[in-house]
């Protein structure tokens, strides 16, 4: 067996037996080295080299997680949880209640929608947003994998379908500059026209996951949740206008320097200096905030090294090659098993924006032999790339869902996060990435 293959499905195999995602990806790459011919030596000197490629992330996501709980401190959050708890309170037929699920569904979508173009911030939204959310959707007894999948859509459709904020980089920045580096004109190219079908893909898995799959009520211990997320946090008007002025401070910083670590300090550096954080709190408030996306960082690293195995074994190369020796003449075949070739890459790395550069060398030559149009090959490299990032346990795309979800330990990363993601997102995604291929 393919080394990449073996190792992938052993991290994944891991994982669904509820070992921690951390170990299961150190296991899957050491794993992968050994059956690809490396020395333990060398694989692990390999894994430890990839290692720093996630610290920046790290980082981010750990000043950020700093930056949440000063916004939880604030107040603001919890305001918006108390008008969502009063409409509850005063609404008492079935359809009312419904109503106000589908509300709250609505605003988380359109939220994440926007953190990746409107306010580029991707996940850092989540743990600001969703735990003051928790005690009313246990009220609601709304479904946390429903709201796992309409996060997981709002993270990944914008940045594969829209040419702005993290689209721009995915579809402009990678996707187009390696289909031209590798021999195809993408100069008049309309890469919304090419990635459309794929994007539809996945709005048909959010339509199901919304009123077929988990439209049914689940019940949450609201004790549990009272205990873990404080529902009496006290708040003021001049606390709510600054948090949102500190909101706004941080996205400035962050689009003018280009750092989200810097963005994010500056914020609680506002809260610092306004009172809202109090001077003698303001440690605590800090090591609580890393301590909350500091898991999201550890297994990003972990992720980080676990690809830089994957590629040292040269086994990627070798899994399409062998794809390839399947495919013959067969447009169709070549089209699914490039699909599948890049859900299992980007399953094991977790990150989207990595899968492409290293398939896009293998992929656009083969698609030019085999006749697909320069905007199948778009659309074909594009799909292949996004397969797996709804799914993958380590991709910030399932992890970020589980952050906010979790913060009460009611809800399985794996099991609430992770599978519902992959069935409603990259079974559609897999059918409407082939259509697109063969159709354009």
Known sequence: MNAVVAAVLIMLVLSLCRIHVVVALIIGAVSGGLLAGLSLEDTINAFNTGLGGGATVALSYATLGAFAVAIGKSGLAHALADKALALVGRQNDGQAATGIRYLIIGLLLAIAVSSQNVLPIHIAFIPLVVPPLLYVMARLKLDRRLVACVLAFGLITPYMFLPIGFGGI?????????????????????????????????????????FFSYRGERAYDLEVIARTERVDVRYSPKTLVMALIAIAV???????????????????????????VKWKEADDLFTEGMKMLAMIGFIMIAANGFAEVMRQTGEIA?????????????????????????????MGIGSSFSTIPIIAALYVPLALQLGFSPMAIVALVGTAGALGDAGSPASDSTLGPTAGLNADGQHNHIWDTVVPTFLHYNLPLLAFGWLAAMVL
């Open 170 to 210: 995915y579809l402009k920045e990678i996707l187009l500059a390696n289909v031209a580096d590798n021999g195809v004109d993408a100069t008049d190219l309309n890469v919304m026209t090419a990635m459309a079908l794929p994007a539809l893909g996945m709005l048909v898995g959010l339509l199901i996951a919304v």
């Open 250 to 276: 941080a996205f400035v910083v962050q689009l003018w320097l280009d750092s989200m670590i810097l963005g994010a300090l500056a914020g609680f550096v506002l809260f610092n200096l306004s009172g809202v």
């Open 318 to 346: 070798t899994l399409v090659e062998s794809s390839v020796a399947a495919i013959g003449d067969s447009k169709g075949l070549a089209a699914l098993l490039m699909l599948a070739v890049g859900l299992l890459i980007t």
